[in-house]
T-cell receptor
Framework: QKEVEQNSGPLSVPEGAIASLNCTYS??????FFWYRQYSGKSPELIMF????GDKEDGRFTAQLNKASQYVSLLIRDSQPSDSATYLC???????????FGSGTRLSIRP | DTAVSQTPKYLVTQMGNDKSIKCEQN?????MYWYKQDSKKFLKIMFS???????INETVPNRFSPKSPDKAHLNLHINSLELGDSAVYFC???????????????FGPGTRLTVL
């Protein structure tokens, strides 16, 4: 079992709709959870982090965390073509000395 | 510009050669990392250094040797390059060792290594 699992996609969403990206993790001791966005040929950049159960909103982005289910998700409201990218879920290791990345979900927003 | 920079951006070389990738950050961070991203976009940590000391070495072949002359620099030297080493290598930095909620990692632009 991979430590951080994501559906590789591609996930195709019409412009203006809500894109929902999901991630599961195996280390119950994980405490911090991150979503990075990576455009093709570019480096990853942090969009959001969350460490408490529940929802965290930042503009059009909402991160959701359920530690009991070992599940974290990212919702993107009013999707724009510029949101088309690969989204990497990352989870802190319980030793808190590193983060583990999932393989990413490729999101495509169609006009 | 404050950033994480890497050189070179592209590296094409023959099997068996030795090559180095350089990384510098001017963000004042204490921790630096090397990641490898393969063709399937899987980003895997290789090494991390905190204040010039190695804190993570993720079962990377000993052909890979990181060197941190100071906390702003973390270079990666690769001996006897193999076909499987072809990937994009990212350097990153953060204020503290990774894993804390506030601990954003800032990535360099990446070095695309192609071994022929």
């Amino acid at each position: 079992q991979k430590e951080v699992e994501q559906n590789s996609g591609p996930l195709s969403v019409p412009e203006g709709a809500i894109a929902s990206l999901n991630c599961t993790y195996s280390d119950r001791g994980s405490q911090s959870f991150f979503w990075y966005r990576q455009y093709s040929g570019k480096s990853p950049e942090l969009i959001m982090f969350i460490y408490s159960n529940g929802d965290k909103e930042d503009g059009r982005f909402t991160a959701q965390l359920n530690k009991a289910s070992q599940y974290v998700s990212l919702l993107i409201r009013d999707s724009q073509p510029s949101d088309s990218a690969t989204y990497l879920c990352a989870v802190s290791h319980s030793s808190a000395s590193k983060i583990i990345f999932g393989s990413g979900t490729r999101l495509s927003i169609r006009p | 510009d404050t950033a994480v920079s890497q050189t070179p951006k592209y590296l094409v070389t023959q099997m068996g050669n030795d090559k180095s990738i350089k990384c510098e950050q001017n963000l004042g961070h204490d921790t630096m990392y090397w990641y490898k991203q393969d063709s399937k976009k899987f980003l895997k940590i290789m090494f991390s250094y905190n204040n010039k000391e190695l804190i993570i070495n993720e079962t990377v072949p000993n052909r890979f040797s990181p060197k941190s002359p100071d906390k702003a620099h973390l270079n990666l030297h690769i001996n006897s390059l193999e076909l499987g080493d072809s990937a994009v290598y990212f350097c990153a930095s953060s204020q503290d060792p990774g894993g804390r909620a506030w601990d954003e990692q800032f990535f360099g632009p990446g070095t695309r290594l192609t071994v022929l």
